[in-house]
């Protein structure tokens, strides 16, 4: 009996895992095995030989991804260089396949290599090599790959591309150039029919449209596809088409209601899934993020999103951190975005070249608006064939983030005319083409246009949109011209929205030299960020000048001031009664704790009005009846996910009694005497001299000798007497 319950047993273990098999084997979801790591952080050591440099021609191991010169290999070189070696590296590395996998299309797919790339699998050649840095591409290898025992992968980069204008689009540029496989490598297994891509136009009447490309579908075949939201609720009804003869692609079509619409203030997002059916097998299943919104560009008028008016407040950004180039991870990406908004920035600049992909991804979840550009830094652009199939490969990896609201054909003069139209065949949005550096489809996006210039380009009906305007070179312009710059821009209709040069310094730790962070020069740390993103001067600058919440403080506060203040709503989406205020009022340098440079005597918090996006109106600050016995107050304010947007202050205690408190010392107040418009201020050692409106330290005399201070430290609320 033991024995015939025991073989019962074996033989519906046997059943199961044959039918598990089955299903495994008609899986109809693709399937994803990495051969490499997903990132900076999350790296597979592949065999790895560089022709030339540091550790040439031995063969050793190396993260992948990375660029090589960042783990010790080739030969530092910064685009404007020549470079000192036309590197090659060698990859090699061992996969298994699962035999489930055997009835399965199989494709290996690269995210990105520097530059060009020669692929092998158990000795034969993938495919043509592939040439340009910063794309997606992939290549099927069904047909030489083993099920019994292990494949042999070989990857040939060469880090200069045999491609002249590849080369000159991608690599003799402003900034650091690597080599190596420095974006995931992995493997894709998909259904003998299966979706390839699709395009999605979701607008903000709930209209949602898909174009949907398949591969080995035959006639027929049907696409069907369904809706749903983040909780996994669907939203309408699901849609159908079928595949005529001789098509390879088909358009499905709905109308939803009570859709939440995207922007970058409410970033809502769906998902829509895509089934590729025979009768009622399916074949295929393909699962797309998406999110309605309905994006215009109205020359003399503006931007218009959902049908309200944008302005765009952004910044350039490179892909690169100092220890591992080009290489990034999902963290590195969201604190990179985290820290673009909060500078109060709605926009970014992908320059010179796509991002990561989840960098997108992230854009869409956080909200923040991308130009996405495809590769080419100035004259000349690539090659019309060359640039068709990397930008073919761009879009069909982009198409659908709702992030994106223009294309870039280049930099600067490296937009190649022929493939204006190219955009337009992949995206069913059909956004609009920029030209950045250059006026075009009328949107003027010149690069550092002066201010008279703008003066007088206000007066056209052109839009203006700036995709490189001042310039952070050792932190010098950016919030240096920012207010005055933005005062004449914001009123007018035609301004679009500007992008600052350049999120952040683009130094190299370079490991064949100590690890001395090398910006070449003054190539390289333009950025309102240090290389590690350290907040510099023009962070703080930028973040009150584009503050969505405005409130003016040049003026003092009223004598009769009860606690209301102006303000205008600058948000384009958001009501201000979704944000919160917090409020201190301070003494300064109270005596005897001085360490803080202040003491709080009193703090509170309150919800912002009911004021609509670009509307202005008051809010009321409740202070209590002995107010006035503070020195200063401080008004902070915070959107509906707690993000500081803004921090302003005010004080009306006499310039000269908070310096005494500053120098106040063994119980005894110090004298300070007015001199014209200063204050002076004698001790044993040290003479110091303030503006007296100000509180400015204007110079200190010390032995005869004069210390000029024409901008010194100014004694505010949160200041510190350590800071004099």
Not at 114 to 142: K, S, W
Request: include cysteine; glycine fraction near 8%.
């Amino acid at each position: 009996m033991e024995r015939k319950s025991t073989s019962v047993l074996g033989l519906i273990f046997i059943i199961v895992c044959f039918v598990g098999s089955l299903l495994a084997a008609s899986n109809p979801e693709t399937e994803i095995h990495y051969l490499s790591g997903r990132g900076s952080d999350d790296t597979v050591l592949w065999q790895f030989k560089v022709t030339g440099g540091r550790q040439a021609n031995e063969w050793t191991t190396i993260p992948v991804p990375s660029n090589w010169e960042l783990q010790g290999f080739g030969a530092y070189n910064y685009g404007h260089d020549h470079p000192k070696s036309r590197e090659k590296g060698f990859y090699r590395t061992y996969f298994t396949v699962s035999a489930q996998w055997k009835q399965k299309r199989i494709f290996i797919v690269f995210e990105g290599v520097m530059t060009d790339t020669e692929v092998r699998i158990n000795g034969q050649l993938a495919g043509p090599v592939h040439r340009g840095g910063f794309y997606r591409f992939r290549y099927e290898i069904t047909p030489w790959v083993h099920f019994d025992r292990k494949n042999f992968l070989q990857v040939l980069v060469s880090k200069v591309s045999a491609d002249s204008t590849v080369e000159l689009a991608e690599r003799r540029a402003d900034y650091w150039v690597f080599g190596g496989i420095y974006r995931p490598v992995y493997l894709e297994a998909v259904p003998q029919a299966f979706i390839d891509w699709t395009a999605i136009d979701a607008r903000a009447d709930g209209l949602f449209r898909a174009r949907v490309t398949l591969n080995g579908a035959a006639p027929h075949d049907r696409v069907t596809a369904l809706i749903f939201r983040m909780d996994g609720s669907p939203l309408g009804k699901s849609f159908a088409t079928f595949l005529g003869t001789g098509k390879t692609s088909v358009l499905l079509e709905t109308q939803v209601t009570g859709q939440k619409n995207w922007t970058a203030e409410t970033p809502h997002l769906y998902w829509v899934e895509f089934r590729l059916q025979r009768g009622k097998t399916v074949l295929h299943t393909v699962r797309k993020r998406f999110g309605f919104r309905t994006f215009t560009v109205r020359p003399g008028k503006g931007l218009f999103l959902n049908g309200k008016r944008i302005v765009l407040k952004g910044c350039s950004r490179h892909s690169f951190w100092p220890t591992t180039g080009r290489a990034l991870n999902r963290n590195r990406c969201r604190k990179d975005i985290l820290t673009i908004k909060q500078m109060n920035m709605n926009a970014v600049r992908m320059s010179h070249y796509p991002p990561d992909s989840y960098f997108l991804d992230q854009c869409d979840e956080l909200g923040l608006y991308v130009l996405d550009e495809l590769g080419g830094w100035q004259r000349p652009p690539y090659a019309t064939a060359v640039g068709k199939k990397l930008l073919a490969e761009m879009l069909k990896r982009d198409v659908n983030h709702p992030s994106i609201l223009f294309w870039d054909n280049g930099n600067e003069g490296g937009w190649n005319p022929n493939l204006d139209g190219e955009f337009a065949r992949y995206d069913l949005q059909h956004r609009t083409v920029l030209h950045p550096g250059a006026l075009f489809n009328r949107v003027d996006a010149h690069h550092y246009p002066s201010y008279a210039r703008l003066q007088k380009e206000l007066k056209d009906s052109t839009l203006v949109l700036p995709t490189e305007i001042l310039h952070g070179l050792y932190d010098g312009g950016l919030g240096a011209g920012l207010d005055d710059y933005w005062k004449l821009l914001y009123p007018h209709p035609h301004f679009g929205g500007m992008f600052l040069w350049v999120f952040a310094d683009e130094g190299v730790v370079r490991t064949d030299k100590n690890c001395f962070i090398d910006t070449d020069g003054n190539h390289a740390p333009d950025g309102i960020l240090g290389p590690f993103h350290e907040k510099e001067a023009s962070f703080y600058t930028i973040r009150e000048i584009w503050s969505p919440v405005f409130i003016e403080t040049a003026n003092p506060l009223p004598s009769d001031f009860t606690g209301d203040l102006p303000v205008e709503n600058r948000f384009d989406f958001t009501n201000l009664n979704r944000c919160r205020f917090e409020w201190e009022l301070l003494r300064f340098f109270d005596p005897p704790d001085q360490s803080a440079g202040h003491l709080v005597l009193a703090s509170g918090s309150f919800s912002g009005p009911d004021l609509p996006p670009h509307e202005k109106g008051r809010v009321h600050i409740p202070l209590p009846a002995h107010w006035r016995q503070a020195d200063g107050l401080l008004l902070r304010a915070f959107d509906a996910n707690s993000r500081l947007l803004n921090t302003w202050s005010w004080k009306w205690t006499p310039a000269a009694k908070v310096v005494a408190r500053v120098f106040h010392t063994g119980g005894q107040m110090p004298h300070v005497r007015k001199e014209g418009r200063f204050l002076k201020v004698v001790t044993p050692t040290v003479t110091f001299y303030f503006d007296a409106q100000t509180s400015l330290l204007a110079n200190v005399q010390q032995g005869g000798h004069t210390i000029p201070f024409s901008n010194g430290p100014r004694f505010v609320a949160s200041g510190s007497r350590d800071s004099v």
